[in-house]
């Protein structure tokens, strides 16, 4: 079930806000929020790679999370249009609606290391979803692990072994088979590559972008690393305290910056040559704090740009040129770029 | 030879573990020229930080310097040969932070825990300089400053773990340079920080540098930082240099099957690649090197009877490199020139 553009997940003003309790032993009082996702609004195309990429403590994993339910957000709306139920609010699930959700949303964890079960066998992991919703069993579940390694360049040979005999990149392609394993609609990569050698990260992205093609996947792939962003996704969202700063088709956000953040970031990422003349943007200062974001836009004290209204007033996310948004004031009078 | 600050020669560290002997770093040399950054390449377990602790005569057992010389020309008479030094001796303890300081990856581990930053400071700014305490707390203030840290008078009474990722690197430059050390050994200094804090962390260093006319051995996996930082280039793969030229030859013209690979395999945010190439395979075990040319079982080029064991030779000015085929690799152009 579609809807008329192939939207396949449309997350409208999200938020996800941790408490910050006061000292007590009785009295548990929320004193403040950290707001982790800050009204984060975008949607994804069935088939397409949306890259969501910042520094840390932007709120990317968090937005991921909430997303998958594996938290539970503070409000906003995430319309999912699920291939069994049709459109679904995964905001709004309880935990038993959200078991046959999952089926179609899956997660590739950052590390290979934590995020596979050390007492079970490849088969029992790559196997686990299946049996869990009762879909294989026996020969057929076996068969089906066999075809799933296969998939993801691993022998089959090896269903028998444990995961502390393979490398972090095999360990990688065992969780990309797990999450391979029921057929998923949307497969939410978290950093799936920041913890791999660089030989390996390019195995990986290859095998990644294979099985979009081969199986129409669609992607949300959270990474700070924008070469990695750049290489994999259709369209990239740049996170900062919380808030989506820009938004656009890779290709034209790369060439036409247009906001204050997104070209620091830009700039301040190395080049692989070292003819590259590039501008440098320092950025001064640190992220601020999400529990004491600054008035106005957040990126405000940091910007090189800054006038007066930026320190009042908070820039919405505004479509600037068709399928170009970016929350800056004055996007259109910067000539940004690096 | 008046330019060089360090040299490197033949080197060989083992490490002696239960599952077998693991040769970290396996007949290495190289020069670190006055003033100039020299970059070390390469992935985990290729031996880059192990060499780094071998110029600091730190290497701890299981670990063992076997063989080699490591001549430090600070001084204006004769060179010292830091690993013939008694690794607790006084000479060596002047040379680590007096004139050779250390980065670390991470920081966080570097500083004490139970100790302010202040107290850290002056300890060591005390110790090497023989500063009296007030006049030491004044240089460690003047220094935080120098590293662009807010408020140093401040920093100096807190603790590590108050501090984010960018102060503690920050905190440990301005350590490090203390001494105005002739030669500063970054390990992945900005492994552990964001892209933003990395880009000030290395803009600092390049000033600093300017500054102090120290030499730099920056060691990391990213090439992207050794192509902004680097004078000179050394790539590493299990415990061997496999190339080593200037930083535009490593980029525009390597000669190695494994800097060729590396360079293809990484994704870039300055331009558009439709597939990255991918080095077959993984790194093999430390504890059993391939036989013959260490990269065989990955190669492109590898052809059975010419691939055995490739001595490290000179190609062209200035150009190491340890491939018997490196004469005919060299003559193609790379990938960056054709995609630019």
Known sequence: MMTEDGTLLQVSDLKKHFPIYSQGVFRRQAVNYVRAVDGVSFTIKRGEVLGLVGESGCGKTTTGRVILRALKPTGGEVLFQDRDKGEVDLARLDRAELRDIWRNIQLIFQDPYSSLNPRMTLEQIVGEPLHNYDILHGGALHDRVAELLRLVGLRPEYMSRYPHAFSGGQRQRIGIARALAL??????????????????QAQILNLLQDLQAQFQLTYLFISHDLSVVR?????????????????????????????????ALLSSAPTPDPRAKRKHIPLKGEVPDPANPPSGCYFHPRCQYVKDRCKVETPPLRETTPGHWAACHFSEALSLGV | MQNVLLEVKDLHVNFFLTEGTVRAVNGVSFEIERGKTLGVVGESGCGKSVTARAILNMVRPPGRILSGEINYYGYSDAPVNLIALDPEGSEIRRIRWGEIAMIFQEPMTSLSPVHTIGNQMTEAICLHLNMPKDEALRYSIELLERVGLPQPGRLLNHYRHELSGGMRQRVMIAMALSCKPKLLIADEPTTAVDVTTQAQVLNLMRDLQQEFGMAILYITHDLGVVAEMADKVVVMYLGEEVEGADVDTIYYNPAHPYTRALLRSIPRHDIRLDRLETIEGNVPDPTNIPKGCAFHP?????VPAQCVHPPYQQIGDGHWVRCTRAHEIGQQSSQTEQVL
Do not use: W
């Open chain 1, 183 to 200: 057929n998923p609609q949307m497969i939410i990569c978290d950093e799936p590559v920041s913890a791999l050698d660089v030989s390996i």
């Open chain 1, 231 to 263: 290489h994999l996704s259709d369209r990239v969202a740049v996170m900062y305290v919380g808030k989506i700063v820009e938004i656009a088709d890779t290709e034209e956000l790369f060439n036409s910056i247009r906001h204050p953040y997104s070209e």
């Open chain 2, 298 to 302: 990955r190669c492109h080029y590898y």
